[in-house]
C-alpha cells in the first residue's frame, strides 16, 4: 500500500487500532502509514457505547513536525448528529483568540462536554472566560460546524469603555478627573 501524505488543515478517517487507556486519560489509538497516533478521548467518549464500536475515527491534521503527525478528532463528523442547524445550544467561553484579522474577533469556546469550537463575533463584541452563551448552529457540514452568538447575548455581552467615560457616567468631575486624565 502506498504512503499516504498528510496535510495540515485536511481531513481523513484513520483505522482504530485500539482504545487504550493510561491512568485517567484514554486514546483512540490509529495507524497512518503503519504508525501508531495516540488521540485523546474526551471524558463523555469514554462510556459511550457507540464511540467503543467504532472501527474507523474521522481526523484533522492539526500540524506536521517533519514525520510527525498530529491528529485531532474531526467534531463535526463525529457529533454532527448531537447538532441541528437552526438550534440553539448553551456554550462557555474559554478565552479569545488569537486573532490576525481586525474586522473580527474570535473566541474558543466549549459545550456541555468539553468540545471545542471557534466562535466568531464582531469586533465590538467581548466575551470573558466561564461566560455562559447562547449560539445558534447556523451551518454543519461535513468538516465544520458553524455557530454563532444569539442576538440577546450580543447585547449582554461586554463592552470595554474607556476610564474617561466609566468617570462621567459615574458622576466623577472636577478636581480628581482633571487630575487624572490632565484635563
Do not use: W
Amino acid at each position: 500500500m502506498a504512503q499516504q501524505f498528510y496535510q495540515k488543515g485536511k481531513f481523513y478517517t484513520l483505522p482504530i487500532i485500539e482504545i487504550r487507556n493510561e491512568g485517567t486519560n484514554s486514546f483512540f489509538i490509529v495507524d497512518a502509514n503503519g504508525r501508531e497516533y495516540a488521540i485523546k478521548m474526551f471524558d463523555f467518549q469514554k462510556t459511550d457505547s457507540d464511540v467503543s464500536q467504532l472501527k474507523e475515527l474521522p481526523c484533522m491534521v492539526k500540524d506536521v513536525h517533519g514525520d510527525n503527525i498530529v491528529f485531532v478528532q474531526n467534531f463535526a463528523q463525529m457529533f454532527g448528529n448531537r447538532y441541528v442547524a437552526g438550534n440553539t445550544y448553551q456554550f462557555i467561553v474559554n478565552k479569545e483568540a488569537n486573532n490576525a484579522d481586525n474586522d473580527f474577533r474570535y473566541y474558543d469556546v466549549r459545550d456541555k462536554n468539553g468540545l471545542p469550537f471557534r466562535l466568531k463575533c464582531d469586533k465590538d463584541t467581548y466575551l470573558i472566560p466561564n461566560q455562559k452563551i447562547s449560539c445558534l448552529l447556523s451551518r454543519p457540514s461535513q468538516n465544520k460546524l458553524i455557530i454563532s452568538l444569539v442576538e440577546e447575548d450580543k447585547h449582554s455581552a461586554t463592552h470595554c469603555v474607556t476610564p474617561e467615560t466609566l468617570l462621567e457616567e459615574a458622576g466623577v468631575e472636577g478636581p480628581l478627573f482633571s487630575s487624572l486624565f490632565g484635563g
